[in-house]
Nanobody
Framework: QVQLLESGGGLVQPGGSLKLSCTAS????????MGWYRQAPGKEREMVAT?????????DSVKGRFTISRESGWNTWNTVYLHMNNLKPEDTAIYYC???????????WGQGTQVTVSS
């Protein structure tokens, strides 16, 4: 079993910033990647950002505003962050952390954290 613990969501005004954190524990795949997805009401879940061996990928709508990073310490490598700047109302969604095997189909998801951008 793999557990993911997310934190950092909340309510923020347009133009504001938030930082999401996620730590994985348990039987984590040896060669893995981590990422963030989001799901807004009435919409499908979409990839926001992923990081694989330092290579990052973003959905077009967040490029230049969001940054994904991952700890590299021997006991912190299983923690990923999503720094979100210049937030817009359309960023409102539940944000899910994921860790998945680079080779294979194993993937694990957190419970999600709500991000609301509103004035």
């Amino acid at each position: 079993q793999v557990q993911l613990l997310e934190s950092g969501g909340g309510l923020v005004q347009p133009g504001g910033s938030l930082k999401l954190s996620c730590t994985a524990s348990g039987n984590i795949p040896a060669f893995n990647a981590m990422g963030w997805y989001r799901q807004a009401p009435g919409k499908e879940r979409e990839m926001v950002a992923t990081i694989t061996n330092g290579y990052t990928r973003y959905v077009d709508s967040v490029k230049g505003r969001f940054t994904i990073s991952r700890e590299s310490g021997w006991n912190t490598w299983n923690t990923v962050y999503l720094h979100m700047n210049n937030l817009k109302p359309e960023d409102t969604a539940i944000y899910y952390c994921t860790i998945y095997a680079v080779e294979g189909t194993d993937s694990y998801w957190g419970q999600g954290t709500q991000v609301t951008v509103s004035s």
